[in-house]
């Protein structure tokens, strides 16, 4: 049974930091490009950044770019996404997902089911 349990989200104030963590099961983790989206309230789903299998390519939003920074440890099975200098615009609901990369696993795309974070005072 696949999943994808994300934790670390909560309220923290502007300026604030906070760590997500994605941690996966059911699946060949370390076959899987890795990626955080978020959707805030009457916003569409937008992809924020992502991670190649191995994690030697990453790629951010404009809107996330040298603040946040995603990473993962495939020996955990779990993908992190740390964010820093938050503003209030980053409230949104967190979410990762799992694209297969391997030809074996080429059309497989999993997601999990968020967690909520708030930047307010």
């Known amino acids: 049974q696949v999943q994808l349990v994300e934790s670390g989200g909560g309220l923290v104030q502007p300026g604030g930091s906070l760590r997500l963590s994605c941690a996966a099961s059911?699946?060949?983790?370390?076959?899987?490009?890795m990626s955080w989206y978020r959707q805030a309230p009457g916003k569409e789903r937008e992809l924020i950044a992502n991670i190649m299998p191995t994690g030697s390519s990453t790629n951010y939003a404009d809107s996330v770019k040298g603040r946040f920074t995603i990473s993962r440890d495939n020996a955990r099975d779990t993908v992190f996404l740390q964010m820093h200098s938050l503003k209030p615009e980053d409230t949104a609901v967190y979410y990762c997902n799992a694209k297969g990369t391997w030809p074996s696993e080429y059309g497989m795309d999993y997601w999990g089911k968020g967690t909520l974070v708030t930047v307010s005072s």
């Open positions: 059911g699946f060949i983790f370390s076959r899987y490009t």
